[in-house]
């Protein structure tokens, strides 16, 4: 029987509903559902210190290279497109996903890891917005960090009523192995050099947590 996360936070989210989270370990970016804008919010304190109006939802993002990249839902479709943010600006041209699909991102050898949801894949992605390599995950993909070549993903196979959990996949061989559950229907990964952290999106909370032994 897999083990629970070891929660070791859980903060008051600054805007309701926090949905994806990205950070660079002294600044945290927290989407919201209810507003559709990202908050700015420093560790410290856990306080709330500016705001990004993306021109779509961000149902995903990360930190990168100096960048908070959003994958961002557009027009009636919701259609996805990566926007990359510098400074608090919007910079560069949007780029396409794949198909018009994906959500939650994370970072690899200078490259994009697109999580799509609904069809259980990891896509490392080319900087033309191509896929360069393929990987398949067990459940749906409702969050994904990288820690040491490998993607930790936050999955479910029923959304609204499932069990969620953590999975790691080798990048290297594409061997995916679930390591915890979830107690909760959560959204969204990030690494903070330490520690993960996601979001308790119906709790209005932030979770810091470990996973176990």
């Given at each position: 029987m897999l083990k629970s996360i070891i929660e070791k936070e859980r903060l008051v989210s600054t805007s309701?509903?926090?949905?994806?989270l990205a950070t660079d370990g002294k600044t945290f970016w927290v989407s919201s559902r209810v507003t559709r804008?990202?908050?700015?919010?420093?560790?410290a304190g856990w306080r709330k210190t500016g705001e990004l109006a993306p021109p779509g939802m961000a149902w995903g993002m990360t930190y990168a290279h100096g960048d908070v990249v959003m994958t961002c839902g557009e027009g009636a479709d919701d259609d996805?497109?990566?926007?990359?943010?510098?400074?608090?600006?919007?910079?560069g041209k949007a780029l396409q996903c794949p198909d018009f699909t994906g959500s939650h991102l994370s970072a690899i050898d200078g490259k994009l890891l697109l999580g799509q949801w609904y069809n259980k894949k990891l896509l490392v992605l080319r900087d033309d917005g191509t896929i360069e390599r393929a990987y398949d995950t067990p459940h749906q993909v409702?969050?994904?960090?990288?820690?040491d070549g490998a993607a930790f993903v936050l999955g479910t196979d029923e959304?609204?009523?499932?069990?969620y959990y953590i999975t790691r996949v080798d990048l290297a061989t594409g061997k995916a192995a679930d390591v915890a559950d979830v107690p909760f229907r959560a959204r969204g990964l990030a690494?903070?050099?330490?520690?993960?952290?996601?979001?308790?999106?119906?709790?209005?909370?932030?979770?810091?947590?470990?996973?176990?032994?």
């Open positions: 309701r509903e926090p949905h994806a804008h990202v908050d700015v919010v420093k560790r996805r497109w990566l926007r990359h943010y510098r400074g608090g600006e919007l910079v409702c969050g994904v960090a990288v820690v959304e609204k009523d499932g069990a690494w903070d050099g330490t520690s993960f952290w996601t979001n308790h999106r119906e709790a209005d909370r932030t979770v810091n947590f470990a996973l176990p032994d």
